[in-house]
């Protein structure tokens, strides 16, 4: 999916990460008995990395649950956590990931419904907070209505229940993550990373969220869905690889790139060559290229002092009028007012 940041206050951060109220951005961990040590570590690795160019950290981090102590994880170990929810209160953005009660036949998951203790710790959460859950962390946001209505994701593994419990939620079990602005989701475990790399994007950059990726030895972006992950009923063909295609496409952005000329680089027809992408990204050939060049845009607003039509044709999208619609769907904003909040325009002569 195109990296999307709906909805989001891009200028209410301040360049060096803190609240028009002078404190850093919170980001509170939502932890239940029987937690993924993994998916917990994913959150506090990635907001934790973030810096300004000065150096300092970006994000405030804290791990929270309904009843402090020793909370159990899915592993041999338990994680003592000193906060409650009351922590939820102060939160810019909180954080719920997945845990292993979510496969229990419980009520949560058998009827769709919040126990009495989680549903008064969500009502704490500050309105205007941002709230993104982790793997099968989504059924707890749509029990509690925070995804009626709206696109949303879940591991691959449960969509089946989550469309039975919550037929009102625009379930999308072909993405890593999904944003709708003041909530996301993504789809399991490790797509963590992408929709937390994805947030810190949204909040300070393409810049800084590459130097996260770099620090965690991760891609900064990955390409396509989960679609790709899920076991296929017959065996992955041996020599279908459309790698070559995209590895010359991203050497080439800044030239129109038709489906055959893609096609011709595997030696493939023009069809199977859209079946296979599709099966080993996730995306169509054109989604994709639009996802490249969208990234490309951002790279060269950020980094550069190239002029909006410049940037536009080095990233592929021809016109700056090409660049604004790309950018406002995919962003909600224009190229110009990306480049002002994530690098600003005084340091750039020429620039408009």
Aim: hydrophobic letters at 40%.
């Amino acid at each position: 999916m195109a990296s999307v940041c709906k909805d989001r206050a891009m200028g209410g951060l301040r360049g060096d990460g803190r609240q028009r109220g002078g404190r850093r951005h919170r980001v509170a961990v939502l932890v239940r008995p029987g937690m993924l040590p993994i998916e917990v570590g994913i959150v506090h690795r990635i907001f934790g990395e973030a810096r300004s160019a000065s150096g300092e950290q970006l994000y405030e981090l804290v791990t929270c649950t309904l009843e402090p102590g020793a909370v159990p994880t899915d592993a041999d170990f338990t994680v003592n956590v000193a906060h409650g929810p009351e922590a939820l209160e102060t939160a810019d953005t909180v954080v719920l990931p997945a845990s292993a009660v979510d496969y229990d036949p419980g009520p949560e998951r058998r009827e769709g419904q919040l126990s009495p203790a989680m549903a008064g710790a969500l009502a704490r959460i500050r309105p205007g907070a941002r709230i993104a859950s982790i793997c099968t962390g989504a059924f707890v946001l749509a029990a509690a209505g925070l995804l009626d209505g709206r696109r949303a994701t879940t591991h691959w593994r449960s969509v089946d229940d989550f469309r039975r419990l919550f037929p009102q939620v625009e379930l999308d079990a072909d993405v890593l993550y999904t944003d709708e602005g003041d909530v996301l989701t993504a789809a399991g475990v490790a797509s963590g990373v992408d929709l937390c790399l994805h947030m810190v994007r949204c909040d300070h950059g393409a810049a800084v969220a590459n130097d996260v990726a770099r620090r965690t030895v991760v891609p900064p972006h990955r390409e396509g869905g989960q679609a790709q992950y899920v076991p296929r009923p017959v065996p992955e063909p041996q020599v279908s690889s459309t790698g070559a295609a995209r590895a010359w496409a991203l050497a080439h952005l800044d030239r129109p790139l038709s489906l055959r000329e893609l096609a011709a680089r595997e030696s493939m027809s023009v069809r199977t060559f859209t079946r296979r992408f599709r099966e080993e990204v996730g995306l169509s050939p054109v989604q994709w290229l639009t996802q490249q060049r969208i990234e490309r845009a951002r790279q060269l607003l950020e980094e550069t002092a190239l002029s909006v039509d410049l940037v536009a044709a080095r990233s592929g999208f021809g016109t700056a009028a090409s660049l604004r619609q790309h950018f406002q769907v995919a962003l909600g904003v224009s190229p110009r007012a990306y480049r002002s909040t994530f690098r600003g325009t005084a340091d750039l002569p020429g620039v408009g």
